[in-house]
């Protein structure tokens, strides 16, 4: 079994070492979605819902939590992002959310992408829940990251 980067030689947690890592270019690439009632989501679609505009909420949401990973995730490494996006579409009974990060760096942001998509959808949820308790999150994960020293990664199909 291959040793864990994040546990020191006693067993302990601990943040890697990154120090003697170079830099390279790194994107990561997050998608989720949040399923609904037809009338909720014709609301966040039309502009209707009491809270305001869902979808901007959701993608500020989106965007600030990327910037704080580091906080919520105890192993995560601080980054300072150069670029994230949060987009959204509608589909048939559900808001899909993408959201991708870019960083020069060295380590990699796919938590970063991960934690802006989650939250986005959480704001979601938060903003229609009104209208709809039983929204359900689901199929949050990675699509795609580049750069580093592990090389692109693609999820399959």
Do not use: Q
């Not at 170079?22 to 037809?38: L, N």
């Not at 909420?57 to 995730?73: D, F, Y």
């Not at 960083?103 to 938590?111: A, P, Q, S």
Request: hydrophobic share 45%; proline share 2%; with cysteine.
């Amino acid at each position: 079994m291959s040793k864990l980067t994040h546990l020191d030689d006693d067993g302990k947690a601990r943040m890697v070492d990154v120090g003697a890592k170079a830099e390279t270019a790194r994107t990561a690439t997050a998608t989720g979605r949040i399923t609904m009632s037809d009338d909720a989501l014709a609301a966040i679609r039309d502009g209707n819902v009491p809270k305001g505009d869902v979808l901007a909420a959701a993608r500020i949401a989106g965007i600030m939590a990327a910037k704080k990973t580091a906080e919520l995730i105890p192993l995560c490494h601080p980054l300072g992002l150069d670029s994230i996006t949060v987009d959204f579409a509608i589909e048939d009974g559900a808001v899909h959310a993408t959201s991708t990060a870019s960083l020069v760096g060295k380590t990699g942001i796919e938590m970063e992408a991960l934690t802006a998509t989650s939250v986005a959808l959480l704001t979601i949820y938060d903003m229609a829940k009104a209208l709809d308790k039983g929204m359900v999150i689901e199929g949050v994960r990675l699509l795609t990251k580049t750069g580093g020293k592990s090389g692109d990664w693609h999820a399959a199909e």
